[in-house]
């Protein structure tokens, strides 16, 4: 077959729109956050396996039927401090219970604490962060409950109010989000006020974009990362709070099922039954790294740096 060949001095239509034509390939800011997420086979790795340590967690208590609500007390002597077996893969505590069942339930509350009081955190933290940021005329004022919040040990304010709102569920969650939010937004108004005075922002501003849009096209995609680390370390530290004030006594109480009541009630038993202590140690500990893990590989895959 012959070519036809075109003339290279054929006169040719002329195009305005032809310059303004990017010749670059399509970008998007999510599917590229998981696309340089899922190159790293350990932090994906860890990821599958804390989903399945958080269904699991949701879901055995129901198939166990072990309450997460209070701790049942069969009290059978026969049952007391078996080892641990196929039958009782984590063995039995001092009235007969099933601590694998009570493992599990301890785990479903106090990853139900971390995620929802982490959530109300951040965003609060986030939203009031970001105009705190932007505002001069409302830092004035906030930096000063900042500074008196801030030299106030959370814990102390935590065990405070422990006792003055009693155990449970909700005075958890309110004792956890009412000063936890102020240092997310400290660490949000610090990032948002660097970002704010970047020479790529003032330029923005001067051609008349509006506040909102600078927010979350300029700003947002390079604070994802930040808040995204923020998160990986909040979640297992409200868990270990929580851990804390229930072996205290404090917390969830005696009126649900909790790992750190759990510690609390097998640390004498430490020297003849080493397991009814190390087991939800060990549980604890590998929920809190496994969030810590996968946060912080979210938080480098957000970067929009690594998307180069």
Not at 96 to 111: R, Y
């Amino acid at each position: 077959m012959t070519e036809i060949k075109k003339d290279p001095f054929a006169f040719v239509e002329l195009d305005e729109e032809a310059s303004e034509h990017i010749n670059a390939p399509q970008y998007s800011y999510w599917k590229s956050v998981w696309r340089t997420f899922f190159k790293h086979k350990f932090t994906v790795g860890i990821f599958f396996f804390l989903i399945i340590i958080i269904v699991f967690a949701m879901i055995q208590p129901m198939l166990s039927g072990y309450s997460t609500m209070e701790t049942p007390n069969i009290n059978n002597s026969a049952m007391r401090f078996l080892s641990p077996s196929v039958e009782y893969p984590f063995g039995t505590d001092n009235v007969g219970n099933s601590v694998f069942d009570a493992v599990w339930a301890g785990a479903k509350n106090s990853i139900i604490i971390g995620f929802v009081c982490t959530g109300i955190n951040m965003i609060l933290g986030i939203i009031i962060g970001a105009i705190w940021g932007f505002s001069k005329s409302m830092d004035k004022w906030m930096i000063e409950i900042y500074n008196i919040v801030s030299n106030i040990p959370f814990l102390l304010i935590a065990m405070i109010l422990s006792y003055v709102l009693g155990a449970g569920f909700k005075p958890l969650i309110f004792t956890m989000c009412v000063t936890n939010w102020i240092y997310v937004a400290y660490f949000i108004r610090t990032q948002t006020m660097i970002i704010r005075d970047r020479e790529y922002n003032l330029a923005s501003k001067c051609l008349g974009t509006n506040t909102m849009t600078m927010v979350t096209k300029n700003i947002l995609p390079f604070l994802v990362s930040v808040i995204m680390t923020y998160a990986a370390r909040e979640i297992p530290s409200i868990i270990s709070y929580e851990v804390f004030l229930s072996w205290l006594g404090l917390g969830l109480g005696t009126q649900y099922a909790s790992l750190g009541k759990m510690i609390s009630n097998y640390t004498t038993y430490m020297t003849g039954y080493p397991y009814l202590f190390w087991i939800p140690v060990l549980v604890m500990g590998v929920i809190s790294l496994s969030l810590y893990l996968v946060g912080q590989g979210l938080a480098d895959a957000a970067d929009p740096r690594t998307h180069m």
